[in-house]
């Protein structure tokens, strides 16, 4: 009989650290969250094309989502690993930085982190929304920086796993609603942040319902990237 983390979903994470040893959440290596090698693979900071989307402004991608990558973020957003936060955020923090650098954002000093949002029903058997929670510890190295929850989904939006590119697209259409409270001032330049970019839909639509309310989205930066792409 054999044990993982999910066998400890009851007892509290720290516990939990303490029961079993340590293990890379991409390659199951003893001894770190995650691995040298596994690392790595967040390191490559590109940007992206997807045909389906816009061109401007400029989609970053962290890392290809296949192998050890989509093991991580599903273990991050799906499992019990939530240890994985800290190095996530950290890529995370140091994607924003490189495109702050790289001046495609001039007015950096109000800039906001918004993450794409998730069904209310997939948050709570996560027990939390994993990506603000990404965004948020990302902001903490960022001066100047700060996170606005600032989106959510209507309750029409179904689950989208298994969706085909055009049933996808229909699912999110008008799907992003603002959070009127919590909305930065208009005009305020926002880093929008998701996952995984497939179709781009989400993304799509997030920028929608933020451009309706006067809100700029001036980059996109996505985890990982499991389009197709010109
Ligand atoms: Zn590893």
Do not use: Q
Not at 53 to 62: K, M, V, Y
Not at 189 to 202: E, I, S
Request: hydrophobic share 40%; with cysteine; glycine share 8%.
């Amino acid at each position: 009989m054999s044990f993982d983390r999910r066998s400890f979903s009851v007892v509290p994470a720290g516990l939990v650290d303490l029961l079993l040893p340590l293990r890379c959440a991409g390659c199951g290596l003893a001894g770190s969250v995650l691995c040298a090698e596994c690392d790595r693979r967040f390191r490559e900071l590109r940007v992206i094309r997807p045909p389906a989307l816009f061109r401007e402004p400029p989609i970053h991608a962290l890392a290809r989502y296949r192998g050890r990558v989509r093991t991580t973020l599903l273990a991050y957003k799906e499992g019990a690993r939530r240890d994985l936060e800290r190095p996530l955020g950290e890529h995370v923090a140091t994607a924003v930085r490189a495109v702050l650098a790289s001046g495609s954002i001039h007015e950096t000093d109000s800039l906001r982190l918004v993450a794409a949002p998730s069904r209310d029903a997939a948050v709570r058997r996560r027990g939390r929304a994993h990506l603000t929670r990404l965004a948020r510890r990302a902001e903490r190295r960022l001066p100047g920086v700060r996170t606005a929850d600032c989106l959510r989904l209507s309750p029409r939006v179904r689950e989208s796993v298994g969706l085909g590119s055009g049933p996808r697209f229909e699912n999110l259409r008008g799907g992003v609603l603002p959070r009127p409270g919590r909305l930065p001032p208009p005009g305020t330049p926002v880093l929008l942040l998701d996952d995984v970019l497939t179709t781009g839909a989400t993304v799509l639509n997030c920028r929608r319902a933020l451009s309706e309310v006067g809100i700029p989205v001036v980059a996109v930066l996505v985890l990982a990237s499991a389009c197709r792409e010109s």
